[in-house]
């Protein structure tokens, strides 16, 4: 029911002429694989070139971040609407490395969230606790905090509209993926916070990501969980070849 989505968060890595290269060896990987939403999310300055080489295919073009007003004074900063000119569908909003290094916070979280909602964008919404938190025993804890504040307020219908992603931050490029009893755990609960603000036939439908050390070979044995859907992959979609293997984990 819920369609498996392969994300690539190519992070601060590739030049435009490089992601054009990566992206054109993803879409011949990829070709004949169905089922699969396959989506690749470029630096900002490779938006461009990396919507010509998905052009005609059936894979989605996403931005790793974006501002929550439409326009204005605000130097240095990408609006959503940008991201709509290049023919974005998703853009990631409150990843771990945005939390952590430039301040984001719940509340700003919240005012990304409904401007790109607002717009018709569909956010990849990341939540995740830190190893220290996991260590206290508070990884629920963080993960209800995280939910709830990043969408309040927000009201969504149409499943369709929202991806969200686990990240334990412990796991985020450290090759120390989650067990999958561990991921399954935190999906589980993730959905049912979702179906205390929706209900459940919405929350049923939203899909849950998880991101942290995914490679070729673990791959396999989380898309197995029955509460996770895909998977937002760092590090291993930096290679064409490896990227493919995942999307393709059957
Ligand atoms: P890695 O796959 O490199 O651990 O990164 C995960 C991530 O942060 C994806 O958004």
Redesign the pocket.
């Known amino acids: 029911m819920r369609t498996p989505i392969m994300a690539g968060?190519w992070k601060m890595h590739k030049t435009a002429a490089e992601a054009t290269a990566l992206a054109a060896g993803i879409v011949e990987q990829v070709r004949e694989v169905t089922g699969v939403e396959v989506v690749l999310c470029p630096p900002f300055t490779a938006l461009g070139t990396v919507a010509e080489a998905v052009k005609g295919t059936t894979i989605s073009l996403g931005a790793q971040n974006c501002h929550y007003e439409a326009q204005g004074a605000f130097t240095g900063e990408v609006s959503p609407n940008f991201l709509l000119d290049f023919g974005c569908k998703y853009v990631i909003i409150a990843?771990s490395e945005r939390r952590q290094h430039f301040g984001e916070d719940d509340a700003l979280i919240n005012r990304k969230l409904k401007a790109v909602l607002g717009l018709g964008l569909v956010p990849v919404f990341c939540v995740g606790e830190s190893l220290e938190q996991r260590e206290k025993d508070l990884t629920f804890d963080v993960l209800r905090k995280q939910v709830l504040g990043g969408l309040a307020g927000i009201q969504v219908q149409d499943p369709s509209r929202l991806v969200v992603a686990y990240?334990p931050v412990w796991?985020?490029?450290t090759g120390k993926v989650a067990t999958p009893q561990q991921a399954q755990e935190a999906h589980r609960y993730l959905r049912d916070l979702l179906a205390g603000l929706w209900g459940t036939e919405t929350a049923e439908g939203v899909r849950l990501q998880y991101?942290?050390?995914?490679k070729p070979d673990n791959v396999r044995e989380l898309m197995a969980c029955p509460d996770i859907d895909g998977a937002?992959?760092?590090?291993?979609s930096l290679d064409a070849g490896s990227f493919a293997r995942i999307v393709r984990f059957q």
């Open positions: 968060n990843h990240e796991a985020i490029g991101g942290g050390s995914v937002l992959v760092g590090g291993a």
